[in-house]
């Protein structure tokens, strides 16, 4: 591989030029993005490549333990430059960890080849390589995943996009994957509304990007880019023949000829429509309509696709007016179900030559599009999409066809075949491979809760109407909810079936404050956890509360018990220290939840997931449980065919400290005096309200 000189090159205040390694890992990620699987010996075993892959694990942990000691937070760097800074520290345990990165990648592709069976069709072979990347991603050596060394990398990576222009949202969004983010690190940063000196994600954090919420009452419709027509005005639609066509349940859409709007109903004839994000300027309502700039530009394009170029966008085909904009939203997502075409607008994506197909890739997984609420349900509801670049419409085939070319299966040493390039799609996201497939599906509660993680909607209250179209969700139940709180408790009982494993993951919304609902998210954009461990089973969602279709684990405290606030962080409490009596364990509760207010509460019982003891054998980390009360803890439980009912009170976590006390002898938590009591622990049904 070439590398251009001044990549190597940095420009010192006093503008002389010294050389720096500061690019060396985006070097060795660009170098290994690009890489082909290397042959190995024909000879080789299935079960050679397992011990292969073990052997990769214990390589990696001995590097992750070199480098970083986990009690003293020196190992590596113990005899180096103590002028050092934590950054540059960084920086090399990023190049270590880059270079590294691509072993266990090497193997597990090598051992996926055996099972991908190439008599399969077009679409299967997808859904495979998607499962396989899937597994990857989600299975990386438990070393790195929860090492310092991959934190570091994690670190270097982001803090280095967030100075070239990304939003830092998006930068800890993309920085799982040593290989993706090193090549989005290369790339540059697409900007919307950047001025000199104002950076448009200045307000941004790590967990929420707010650059694209707008304001209703401070926004302002934009013209086209291309429009430099001082005198450029704005038309609108007959809001009468709309209010007509949505007051017997049709569909308005816009036929623009001779200067003038037209609207027809969509039973009439085809039309295509417009999915896009109120950040690039297009959002208004039919009563102030959109300059004719913008009209032209849409029209053009739908003249291509259908006879008269009728075509639907909400900012023509939505009034402000309430009752007539409630039932426009009720017709949206059967809008999209009958639109011919849906062409994307965005501002990020259109700035995208066609070619090459990465960077196309990367400005559509990375656009604001693909961060709304809204856009979800647009995307899978569509027959065909098409996004629009700086010089053409691409159509979704095309990527597909790349996808698929990229996925051809090639020959190795090894006798069998792996995908051409299986590093490509490692910048993908869920939402864009199962759009790949392009097939009608029905989607889950936790098929939604999976594809609307990382994405924000200005109107809290839109979440649940912007998704009920993909979950068969009556949208009019919703919409006679006054707030988001309301619309939540009426989605969740119209859903009904809910992973059980829901109740101990809270999200960063909170729960809702309705009794027989103190258990629920107040916002599902950030429960991706919650898709996980689909062997703890389904509840039943009623008015009353949720009930559990397995038994989960509930601990029994001898009396009630409060967590102290901690001095040094007021949101986080703790500890107390929980006995198990029948095997010495000992578990360590710590409480972390801003929704308390300043009031301790006390509780006398706490649930979790089911097997929750394997699993800390497992998880070097706290396990998320649920502080709950019982209104009769010393009835007998383990062999009630009936659920234990029980109040929600607040998140917590637990940690197993049984083998580290023994083992140095002292607790980590002596100086907090943890409280210490002994637990009974069942398993029975929940019923949590």
Not at 99 to 114: G, N
Not at 476 to 493: S, Y
Not at 554 to 567: A, G, Q, S, W, Y
Request: some cysteine; glycine content about 6%; proline content about 7%.
């Amino acid at each position: 591989m070439r590398i251009p000189e001044d990549v190597l090159l940095s420009r010192q205040p006093d503008d002389s030029f010294v050389l720096t390694s500061k690019k060396i890992s985006l070097l060795i990620s660009s170098w290994l993005f690009g890489s082909a699987t290397p042959a190995v010996e024909s000879t080789l075993t299935l079960e050679q490549l397992d011990h292969s892959s073990e052997m990769v694990d214990w390589a990696l942990a001995a590097v992750n333990e070199a480098v970083v000691d986990y009690r003293h937070g020196r190992g590596f760097f113990r005899n180096m430059d103590p002028a050092l800074t934590s950054h540059e520290m960084n920086d090399i345990a990023c190049s270590l960890n880059t270079f590294f990165s691509w072993l266990p990648s090497i193997v597990k592709r090598l051992r996926a080849s055996f099972t991908l069976d190439m008599a399969k069709s077009r679409a299967e072979q997808r859904a495979a390589i998607r499962n396989i990347l899937r597994a990857e991603s989600e299975t990386p050596p438990i070393p790195l995943l929860y090492g310092m060394l991959h934190g570091a990398t994690w670190e270097a990576y982001e803090r280095r996009l967030v100075a070239a222009g990304w939003c830092p949202y998006t930068a800890n969004l993309l920085s799982f994957d040593p290989q993706a983010i090193g090549f989005v690190s290369i790339a540059d940063p697409f900007f919307r509304n950047s001025s000199e000196g104002v950076w448009e994600h200045a307000q941004c954090t790590r967990t929420a990007c707010v650059a694209y919420n707008r304001d209703p009452d401070d926004y302002k419709t934009q013209h086209a880019p291309s429009c430099s027509d001082p005198s450029c005005s704005f038309l609108c639609p007959s809001l009468a023949r709309i209010s007509e066509l949505l007051s017997v349940g049709e569909i308005p859409v816009i036929v623009y000829s001779d200067g003038a709007l037209t609207v027809r109903g969509a039973a009439d004839g085809p039309f295509i429509a417009i999915s896009h994000v109120w950040a690039d300027g297009l959002g208004s309502i039919a009563e102030d309509g959109l300059p004719i700039c913008q009209i032209t530009r849409i029209a053009q394009y739908a003249r291509d696709f259908v006879p008269d170029g009728a075509f639907w966008i909400d900012s023509l085909c939505v009034p402000g007016v309430k009752e007539m904009r409630k039932q426009a939203i009720h017709l949206m997502a059967d809008t999209y179900r009958r639109a011919e075409k849906v062409i994307v607008f965005d501002a990020g994506i259109r700035a995208s030559p066609t070619a090459p197909l990465r960077e196309v890739l990367l400005r559509i997984t990375t656009s604001s599009w693909m961060q709304r609420v809204w856009t979800l349900q647009e995307a899978f509801l569509a027959r065909d999409i098409y996004f629009e670049l700086s010089d053409r419409l691409l159509p979704i085939q095309h990527l597909v066809d790349v996808y698929d070319s990229a996925a051809e299966p090639v020959d190795c040493a090894l006798g069998t075949t792996v995908p051409r390039d299986f590093a490509l799609f490692s910048c993908l996201t869920e939402t864009l491979m199962l759009m790949f497939e392009r097939t009608t599906r029905t989607f889950t509660f936790r098929d939604i809760v999976t594809l609307l993680d990382n994405r924000a909607t200005s109107k809290p209250e839109d979440e649940t109407v912007a998704i009920a179209g993909l979950l068969g969700v009556d949208v009019a139940k919703l919409l006679a909810e006054p707030d988001a709180d309301g619309r939540m408790r009426a989605f969740l009982l119209e859903v009904r079936t809910l992973p059980a494993s829901i109740i101990v993951h809270a999200g960063r919304a909170g729960r809702l404050p309705q009794p027989g609902f103190r258990w629920a998210p107040r916002a599902l954009t950030a429960l991706s956890v919650v898709v996980s461990g689909e062997q703890f089973g389904t509840a039943e969602c009623t008015p009353e509360g949720l009930t559990t279709d397995r038994k989960f684990s509930l601990i029994v405290l001898p009396e009630p018990v409060t967590l102290k606030r901690m001095d040094a962080a007021k949101d986080v409490l703790g500890p107390i220290s929980v006995v198990n009596p029948s095997s010495g364990a000992t578990y360590v509760i710590m409480g972390h939840d801003s929704m308390l207010g300043d009031e301790s509460v006390p509780f006398n019982a706490l649930v979790t997931v089911p097997g929750f003891l394997e699993l800390l054998k497992h998880t070097p980390s706290m396990l998320p449980i649920v502080a709950v009360w019982l209104a009769t803890p010393h009835a007998g439980m383990s062999w009630s065919r009936e659920p234990v009912e029980c109040q929600y009170l607040f998140n917590a976590g637990l940690s197993d400290m049984t083998s580290f006390m023994p083992t140095h002898g002292i607790s980590p938590l002596d100086d907090d005096a943890p409280t210490v009591v002994q637990g009974r622990f069942d398993s029975v049904r929940i019923k949590i309200t």
